[in-house]
């Protein structure tokens, strides 16, 4: 089991990775049916509750939780109680009062899921959809989950993989936990920045860290390429723009540094022409739309292992009649 809550990549073992992989892998199945619906989660309330600005992660949650046939309540921060001062606390008791089973949260401060999880105010499950510049472990997973069906043939864990997360390491929840994620199944990492862009302490973590991007890519069989944070830059971190594109961007000439089967991944949303090329982006070696479809995938096996889903039900054909 993968516990109550879905906190940080680092929480999970090999053995609870693979499981939600695979049960991503058979909950794929369900959008080859006639009606994409499973009635696993009938009758429980998944709560969505944003303090920062999403458009694929919220859409994605919101997908994969009506794919299981939960009842799904959208609570923006703006609009709400909440941009009246309301406390993230009378917030949470507000949702408990309403019989939430989850609450997916995204927020700007770093530790707020963790608060959210071990306050006592909610009883249900929480899951982390991305707290300041901390953790991403959904993204993580699906993350995984892609280079799992590009390397790995959708199975297993990625022991041996290579795989170099490029760009904005320092402010880049999404690059912690898929360093802490592919790590744990076995992945090789290396971590590609301009040492402004390196958090204090990179060195500690489980990976190698390079400043030369041309030097990594030849020897990589997937390239993660991030965006630059600049809402959450408060200085400046390299001279300008196009500069950190000669420097750190993927173009096809550093594409065609690349081993022929290996992949680009990017969490979205994309800077074309600044770490990504719109060449690179629509080339046939991007797996960008695919990364979002896992998503939806990913985390309907996430509110599925976590809200108890039987797996007889993942066989019935056409399930929601």
Known sequence: MIGRHLLSAQDLTSAD?????????????????????LPTLRGRTVVTLFFEDSTR??????????????????????????????????TALTLEAMGADAVIIRHGASGAPYRLANAGWIQGSVINAGDGTHEHPT??????FTLRNHLRAGSGDLAGARVAIVGDILHSRVARSNVALLRTLGAQVTVVAPPTLLPYG??????????????????VDAVMMLRV??????GSYFPNELEYSRRYGLDSRRM??????????????????????????????????????????????????????????????????
């Open 17 to 37: 990775a693979v499981r939600i992989l695979d049960t991503a892998g058979e909950l794929a199945t369900v959008t080859d049916r006639s009606v994409k619906k």
């Open 57 to 90: 992660t919220r859409i994605s949650f919101e997908l994969a939780a009506k794919r299981l046939s939960a009842d799904v309540i959208n609570f923006a921060a703006k609009g709400s109680s909440l941009s009246k001062g309301e406390s993230l606390k009378d």
């Open 139 to 144: 993204q993580a997973l699906l993350d995984a």
């Open 202 to 219: 990179v060195h500690t973590w489980p990976c190698d860290v390079s400043y030369d991007i041309d030097d990594v890519l030849p020897h």
């Open 229 to 234: 944070q600049a809402e959450r830059m408060a």
């Open 256 to 321: 065609a540094l690349m081993p022929d089967e290996a992949i680009v991944l990017h969490p979205g949303p994309m800077n074309r022409g600044v770490e990504i090329s719109a060449e690179v982006a629509d080339s046939p070696r991007a797996v960008v739309v695919e990364q979002v479809t896992n998503g939806v995938h990913v985390r309907m096996a996430v509110l599925y292992l976590l809200l108890g889903g039987r797996p007889e039900e993942l066989m019935v054909e056409g399930a929601d009649r």
